[in-house]
C-alpha cells in the first residue's frame, strides 16, 4: 500500500502489486488514469460514443479520431453559421438536410422557431 495527495491535496491510498514503481510512479500513474477516464466520459457524453465496434487498439483509436472530426467539423459549422443553436440541434438540422443544399441548411438554422413554448403554467386562482 502506498500514501499519495490527489490534485487537491487529499490522501489518497492505494494497493497494489506494482512492487517495481515507487510511490510517485504508482501516483502519476493513478492521476494519469483518472484524466483518461475523465476523457472517455467527455467522449461519452459530447461525442455520443458509447460502445466500440472492433477490439483492436487501431479501431479504437480510429473510432475515436473520427468521432473527434467530427465533433471539430460540427464546431466549425457552428462558428460559420455564427448561430447561438446548440450542437444537438445542428446535428438534428443535419440528419434531416444531409443531401440537400448549404443554403437551405443555412435557412433552416437561421429560421426562427415557429411556436414559442413559455413552458408549464399555473392556473390563476378565481378570486
Excluded: H
Excluded at 22 to 42: H, K, P, V
Aim: aromatic content about 10%; overall charge positive; proline content about 2%.
Amino acid at each position: 500500500m502506498i500514501v499519495t495527495t490527489d490534485g487537491r491535496g487529499n490522501e489518497v491510498r492505494i494497493i497494489t502489486n506494482r512492487f517495481d514503481l515507487t510511490a510517485e510512479e504508482l501516483g502519476d500513474l493513478y492521476r494519469s488514469r483518472w484524466q483518461i477516464e475523465m476523457f472517455f466520459r467527455w467522449v461519452k457524453q459530447n461525442l455520443k460514443l458509447t460502445c466500440f465496434y472492433g477490439d483492436s487498439e487501431n479501431a479504437v483509436m480510429n473510432q475515436i479520431w473520427i468521432c473527434l472530426i467530427a465533433y471539430c467539423l460540427l464546431l466549425l459549422m457552428k462558428l460559420e453559421l455564427g448561430t447561438s443553436r446548440t450542437l444537438t440541434e445542428l446535428i438534428e438540422a443535419l440528419k434531416e438536410l444531409m443531401w440537400q443544399p448549404w443554403l437551405r441548411m443555412v435557412a433552416a438554422v437561421e429560421r426562427k422557431p415557429s411556436r414559442t413554448s413559455r413552458g408549464r403554467q399555473k392556473k390563476q386562482k378565481d378570486q
